[in-house]
């Protein structure tokens, strides 16, 4: 069975010559596709291919479970239903400038950052670039407005679905699909740094986000177990060398926990990690400040909007450009993994 929402042109346009049909029919079947419309509904076709695409193609378009708007700032939660019964999220935030969608990649996550609610329970499997697609395009149709930047930081981590979402990349950007610029697409990974070499590799203009939380191994390995097997030294020097290879700033998420890293002690012990690894090679830093959520497994709290406020002062003032993330959904649990527990939960 071929997933068609997963097939690029060329590998479409294959297929069609396998079949015997003319070349034109790829790019017929790859704008429905994008348009989440199922080989049965793909009225330019002729009836004979549309029973034949229907019958050997797969078409795993999620379903929207639940939504959740936010009556303070427009923000949408969903909970996705997949094929085989499983519930991933998606939030999309609406900006003056347009709306970005928070995507997952994975249903659960292997990680264990100890702040995290997506990572309770481990990791059920990898999401198909079709999965990751059917996100946007949902999002899209139920909201009825355009999806023009999408950010993968929701459920799962990326780079430990690496082939998956590299593909999804090229073919959320595909011009006669999606068309969602490289630039107006951010992924955010917890520091698996063979996988940022291998991003890097890739070469794609996208904005690479590193979830760093710590400024030292000791504090960062107690909330985020991959610390372990890429310590700080070594993940910075993956960031260097990203840089080195595609002249792209990286973005640093820090995720300020009341009482544990947000002390101004631990901004300045931040701003020299930053300024003696990848600040040192001359790449532009910025640090994005976000204030936790509470989740009630972790025990965690968010740091007060003050004290943040006077994280990145410190910051700033020490020569590194940091900014406080604003909170979008605060009344619809925004933060991705709380949802989809808690439908979990009545199902069980």
Known sequence: MYDLLSMTP?????????????????????????QGIPPAEMTTLPKALRTRLA???LFPLPSIEQKLTSAVDGTVKY??????????ESVLMKYRHGNTLCISCQVGCRMGCRFCASTIGGKVRDLLPSEMLGQVILAARDSGERVGGIVMMGIGEPLDNFDNVVRFLHLVNH?????IGYRHISLSTCGLADGIRRL????????????????????????????????????????TEYFAKTGRRISFEYALIAGKNDTPAEAERLAALLHSTVGADGAPVHVNLIRVNAVKETGFHGTSARDAAAFAERLSRLGINATVRRRLGSDVNAACGQLRRAHAGKEA
């Open 175 to 179: 011009k006669d699909g999606v068309n």
């Open 55 to 57: 019958e050997e193609c």
């Open 10 to 34: 060329s590998e479409l346009s294959e297929l069609m010559q396998a079949w015997g049909e003319p070349a034109f029919r790829a790019k017929q079947i790859f704008g429905h596709a994008m």
């Open 200 to 239: 890097a590799e890739v070469d794609l203009p996208i904005t690479l986000s590193i979830s760093l939380h710590a400024p030292t191994d000791e504090a960062r390995g107690e909330i985020m177990p991959v610390n372990r097997r890429y310590p700080i030294a070594e993940l910075m020097a993956a960031c």
């Open 79 to 88: 909970l996705f239903r997949l094929h085989d019964g499983e519930c991933i």
